[in-house]
């Protein structure tokens, strides 16, 4: 796969969220793209992905099955998990037997075989997001593009994409991911692609120095009547990890008490 000179705005008379990135990507190559909040690395990922159109140069060389776990996954879909998988299989050209397989495949895989006849609207954010990646693993994408595919798992769930995204490189596969956590999956990266806010896109080899980085862990009380809301705000911003979460109903609502590592 190729990245010729690749750009992305959305109007004549916006700025460059992605200019003049150029880059050969071999099969079999894991890739970390990262970047401040806001600074475009949704938006490569989505041009890379083809789920959106690039404004100036091109992609060409892409596998022909890809897969993609968007940033937010619309949950209100009018389906049960399954019968969604079962759609995406057809989607992908798995019908029949071999399409329900691959559907039961990854509902056991990461831990959703369960919960898979719940309606979609109805499920947990963490489940949703089980039902996205499982999605995007149907077909064994030769392209795997994961836009915060982690956040919201269990343990369990992470372990399971962790092996994923191994067995995908394994076989010759490309997979481009971005995670606010910065050990994640880390001294695997073949690249580093830094998004720098300007448009501009900066390869760096090798997995970088995630190792030195400097760690705190902090303890922060919260008190909302959104408690859910706000955790899973923090949990979205680069480089905090939460560790634990503790819950005490107040009068006033729910008060919220939890450590969080902050690199």
């Not at 880059?23 to 041009?47: C, Y």
């Not at 019908?95 to 947990?124: K, N, P, T």
């Given at each position: 796969?190729?990245?010729?000179?690749?750009g992305?705005?959305?109007?004549?008379?916006?700025?460059?969220?992605?200019?003049?990135m150029?880059?050969?990507?071999?099969?079999?190559?894991?890739?970390?793209?990262?970047?401040?909040?806001?600074?475009?690395?949704?938006?490569?990922?989505?041009?890379?992905?083809?789920?959106?159109?690039?404004?100036?140069?091109?992609?060409?060389?892409?596998?022909?099955?890809?897969?993609?776990?968007?940033?937010?996954?619309?949950?209100?879909?009018?389906?049960?998990?399954?019968?969604?998988l079962?759609?995406?299989?057809?989607?992908?050209?798995?019908?029949?037997?071999?399409?329900?397989?691959?559907?039961?495949?990854?509902?056991?895989?990461?831990?959703?075989?369960?919960?898979?006849?719940?309606?979609?609207?109805?499920?947990?954010k963490?489940?949703?997001?089980?039902?996205?990646?499982?999605?995007?693993?149907?077909?064994?994408?030769?392209?795997?593009?994961?836009?915060?595919?982690?956040?919201?798992?269990?343990?369990?769930?992470r372990?399971?994409?962790?092996?994923?995204?191994?067995?995908?490189?394994?076989?010759?596969?490309?997979?481009?991911?971005?995670?606010?956590?910065?050990?994640?999956?880390a001294?695997?990266?073949?690249?580093?692609?830094?998004?720098?806010?300007?448009?501009?896109?900066?390869i760096?080899?090798?997995?970088?120095?995630?190792?030195?980085?400097?760690?705190?862990?902090?303890?922060?009380?919260?008190?909302?009547?959104?408690?859910g809301?706000?955790?899973?705000?923090?949990?979205?911003?680069?480089?905090?990890?939460?560790l634990?979460?503790?819950?005490?109903?107040?009068?006033?609502?729910?008060?919220?008490?939890?450590?969080?590592?902050?690199?």
């Amino acid at each position: 796969m190729r990245l010729d000179t690749v750009g992305k705005r959305y109007g004549v008379r916006q700025p460059w969220v992605v200019r003049g990135m150029s880059a050969d990507v071999p099969a079999g190559r894991l890739i970390r793209v990262e970047g401040r909040n806001g600074s475009g690395k949704s938006t490569l990922l989505r041009v890379v992905a083809r789920v959106t159109a690039a404004s100036e140069g091109r992609v060409t060389g892409r596998p022909a099955s890809i897969g993609y776990v968007p940033e937010r996954f619309p949950g209100g879909l009018p389906f049960s998990g399954r019968e969604y998988l079962r759609h995406m299989a057809r989607v992908h050209g798995l019908r029949g037997d071999a399409g329900r397989r691959q559907v039961e495949r990854w509902l056991e895989r990461l831990g959703a075989a369960g919960y898979a006849d719940q309606s979609l609207g109805s499920m947990s954010k963490g489940m949703c997001q089980k039902m996205a990646i499982a999605q995007a693993l149907l077909p064994s994408p030769g392209l795997l593009v994961l836009d915060e595919a982690w956040t919201g798992l269990d343990t369990a769930a992470r372990e399971a994409l962790d092996e994923a995204v191994a067995e995908r490189v394994a076989e010759g596969g490309t997979v481009l991911f971005v995670d606010h956590d910065p050990a994640r999956l880390a001294g695997r990266a073949d690249e580093r692609w830094q998004v720098g806010g300007d448009g501009v896109v900066t390869i760096a080899a090798g997995p970088g120095p995630v190792s030195a980085r400097r760690v705190e862990r902090v303890t922060v009380r919260l008190e909302t009547s959104d408690a859910g809301e706000v955790l899973d705000r923090v949990r979205a911003m680069d480089g905090v990890r939460v560790l634990s979460v503790a819950v005490e109903r107040t009068d006033a609502g729910a008060a919220r008490s939890g450590e969080a590592e902050v690199s």
